[in-house]
């Protein structure tokens, strides 16, 4: 999406990411604080899939893999 937007290609990107030492981290998540967010995520909207859930830790501000 970053590349699309700043119109070059992924390579270029992760190899200009790599050489100014830009890393893409995940958060620092236990399995169990996970799993208590999206119990509480599932129980508001049970009927949601993967995605919206992985929309629902980037609102909060975690990235996991």
Do not use: A, W
């Not at 399995?31 to 919206?52: A, C, M």
């Amino acid at each position: 999406e970053l590349s699309v937007m700043l119109g070059v290609h992924r390579n270029t990107l992760r190899c200009y990411m790599k050489h100014y030492g830009v890393e893409r981290k995940y958060s620092n998540l236990t399995n169990v604080d996970l799993d208590l967010l999206i119990t509480e995520f599932k129980k508001k909207q049970p009927d949601s899939g993967i995605r919206y859930i992985i929309g629902f830790l980037c609102r909060h501000g975690l990235q996991v893999q």
